[in-house]
């Protein structure tokens, strides 16, 4: 599995974002997916994840109720919808594919990375 982060920028405190993930290969369908970040001088941390199928999704207490994730299974692509982004939200972002679909919230739990996509809010 290939995988590209795309949709990152820079916006102001209390803005939105919406950023996309794309897979290649027949069996993105299988896999779970998550969302990671990482800020300067930190460790990457979780952020969020999905199922299979769309029907769980996990999120960091930090992004809870702000940031949603979905995905589409036709198009193999997996997006992270981000609303009232905060200063501290300020990282690059990575996609992530798990063969075991276990949406765990640590990152050598997923088999898989993109590229990562910079997001920077502004105060």
């Known amino acids: 599995v290939q995988l590209q982060a795309f949709g990152g920028g820079l916006v102001q405190a209390g803005a939105s974002l919406r950023l996309s993930c794309a897979a290649s290969g027949r069996i993105f369908s299988t896999y779970g997916m998550g969302w990671f970040r990482q800020a300067p001088g930190k460790e990457r941390e979780f952020v969020a994840a999905i199922n299979w199928n769309g029907g769980g999704t996990k999120y960091a207490d930090s992004v809870k109720g702000r940031f949603t994730i979905s995905r589409d299974n036709a198009k193999n692509t997996v997006s992270l919808q981000m609303n009232s982004l905060k200063p501290e939200d300020t990282a690059v972002y990575y996609c992530?594919?798990?063969?075991?679909?276990?949406?765990?919230?640590?990152?050598?739990?997923?088999?898989?990375w993109g590229q990562g996509t910079q997001v920077t809010v502004s105060s």
């Open positions: 992530a594919a798990d063969r075991d679909n276990s949406m765990v919230p640590r990152s050598t739990g997923y088999d898989y």
